[in-house]
DNA sequence: ATAAACATTAGAATTATTCTAAAAATGGTG
DNA sequence: CACCATTTTTAGAATAATTCTAATGTTTAT
């Protein structure tokens, strides 16, 4: 039980995950990874993203409302706008030890999201919509 | 632009969401709900629920794959068991002005759940992983 | 009292995701 | 290799969760 991703379709999307900055949903994993192996199957795609994330090989962000999206695995956080729900990577460092102390327990990782808006949206408009 | 939440449905809901610590969904706000105003629709619990998130007034929760849940808005953060979902309240203190600091960007809330395996989730199985 | 603005309804529509059962690929064994 | 067990993929149906649409009802401000 150590040596994993072995087939081809999780090889692939788990370059995919690892080489994009860009915060993927499976759809989108999906177009690309049809580049590739044109054959393949949405559903596919979501097996070996479940595998993948359930061997801690691939981090998934869910911001409400939203379809989950898929992410290396490289520790860091997220700046959600609260609006229009964009995604921005930032580094606050590793809190993993702080917080396992304040919260008294051991934990596997965690998920630290801001909530802000964009620039975009504070200028844009005040009422609701991207 | 000031005074909100004025409709009766919007202001049983927050009573709803606010007087309960489970992290509930919009269904099961829904049947809540229902008790009272045996009338309402599915569609008016999502429209005033996001509104009232819109406006601060409650919390949305969107745990990977589950339908989002609604909680108070008193600050508090959350243990999110990796395999189940399950969701607990924690609090670990305020961290907004250290993120903020670190982040340096003025944040309008931030969302921290710690990943973690539950007592059953752990003993219960050992397939898939960790 | 009337118009403008907002809220609710019913149900269809959209999305995202999982499930199911069958077919295909892979692996190990004798 | 030939066989069986296991795992992966496939296609498409099924399930949920959530939003949309258009009509209707309610409230407010004039």
Known sequence: MVLMVVTKYAKKILEIVESSRSHMTAEQ????????????????????????WDE????????????????????HDHLVCKRCGKLLDVDLGDL?????????ISILSYDLKLLYLCE???????QKGT
């Not at 090989?57 to 992410?71: F, H």
């Not at 993993?96 to 008294?104: D, I, N, P, W, Y």
């Open 56 to 75: 801690n090989r691939i981090r998934k962000v869910s911001v409400e409302g939203m379809a989950d999206r898929y992410d290396r695995i490289v520790r």
């Open 29 to 52: 994993i999906f177009e690309q990874l049809r580049i590739t192996y044109p054959k393949v199957v949405l559903a596919t795609v979501y097996n070996n993203l479940n595998r993948l």
């Open 96 to 104: 993993t030890v702080q917080l396992e102390q304040k919260a008294g």
């Open 120 to 126: 975009e949206c504070r200028t844009n408009t005040k």
